[in-house]
């Protein structure tokens, strides 16, 4: 960490807030005697971003001139390092060379050699031989977008995913709006479609000029609102619009003329509903109700024959009353009622 470099990262202006965020932690990242070569797994979790979003800020940063990437390749096992990258303050900054590789674009350094610092770049491209056109190729780390292992800036590959195609947030948004779009305008062509009914029901001819309060959103609003509040469907507010005409044979000037006739509907249609779920209960009650009830000696010999059997007989099941009709119809003795505890 070097305080020189956050200082001179927070002191530039004229950035983004993420990609100032990328500088910052990449000078965050700077060591004064090795320099600065973060992975980009490592700069993209200390950014909170992803590793496709980085290297558009990275871009960003480079066209800015406040840094230059140095690939670096493994001199032994010919894999790809660490980026190096050169920071705007340090000394001898170059932010492109004049000259770069036109099959690679990373510069002129030899293959398999490693930048330290920002003079020797300047130094090596001054002094190069012949551009390297393989310090792209051969075996680099695992791809993490599922691209092929091997870019070649020659065909435009890439290791990294495009940011600019989004598999799930593209193409799922865009249908759901129109789908809701073409909701709502079958549902606006519906409602036209029925007030127009509505007023052809209160008799307005087809082409006649309406009055001011049947025209524009306020009446529909209006309408809308015997079906919303009051509950009516479209086919009983014509139903009613239509049975107004018989004593009133000319339209209403407006729809809040006919808000008491669709009041009383909406009371009538309650109250039939009401009627409809008590109607079950109604008729088992009559049914019960038409059941012929047993005579006083039929309940005798019921009550009787209780008595007599050896079944268990609750004390309070048999009144006084029915006790004296059984006496007086020979039906059971006294000693036996007592027996069984009802006297």
């Known amino acids: 960490m070097s305080h020189d470099a956050t200082n001179w990262a927070i002191q530039r202006r004229g950035l983004k807030p993420t990609t100032k965020i990328v500088l910052w932690h990449l000078c965050d990242r700077f060591n004064p005697d090795f320099g600065c070569f973060p992975s980009q797994n490592r700069l993209a979790h200390d950014c909170e971003i992803s590793r496709s979003t980085l290297n558009e800020h990275l871009d960003r940063l480079e066209a800015e001139r406040l840094l230059r990437r ?158 919303d509040d009051l509950g009516l469907s479209e086919d009983r507010i014509i139903e009613v619009a239509a049975e107004t005409r018989r004593d009133h044979p000319n339209p209403p000037d407006g729809p809040k003329a006919l808000d008491r006739f669709m009041e009383r509907a909406a009371g009538r249609d309650a109250q039939a509903a009401i009627a409809n779920a008590k109607g079950p209960t109604t008729k088992r009650q009559r049914k019960r109700d038409a059941a012929p009830r047993p005579d006083d000696d039929e309940l005798a010999a019921f009550y009787a024959a209780k008595v007599n059997s050896d079944s268990f007989l609750p004390a309070s099941m048999i009144s006084n009353a029915m006790c004296a009709a059984m006496l007086a119809r020979g039906l059971v003795t006294p000693e036996r009622l007592r027996q069984r505890g009802v006297l």
């Open 70 to 227: 140095v690939p670096r390749i493994d001199p032994v096992t010919k894999r790809q390092l660490p980026t190096r990258y050169i920071l705007g303050f340090e000394e001898g900054f170059a932010p492109h060379d004049p000259e770069p590789c036109p099959e690679t674009g990373h510069g002129f350094l030899p293959f398999g050699h490693v930048a330290e610092s920002a003079s020797e770049i300047v130094t090596s491209s001054a002094n190069r031989a012949e551009p390297c056109p393989e310090i792209a190729h051969g075996n680099l780390q695992e791809p993490v977008s599922g691209f092929c292992p091997d870019p070649c800036p020659e065909n435009g590959q890439s290791r990294v995913r495009n940011p600019d195609t989004n598999l799930v947030r593209e193409p799922l948004s865009k249908p759901v709006k129109e789908e809701e779009e073409e909701d709502a305008t079958a549902r606006e062509a519906d409602f036209d479609r029925f007030f127009a009914e509505l007023l052809a029901a209160l008799g307005f001819a087809a082409n006649a000029a309406l009055p001011a309060w049947w025209q524009g959103w306020p009446a529909h609003t209006h309408v809308r609102r015997w079906i």
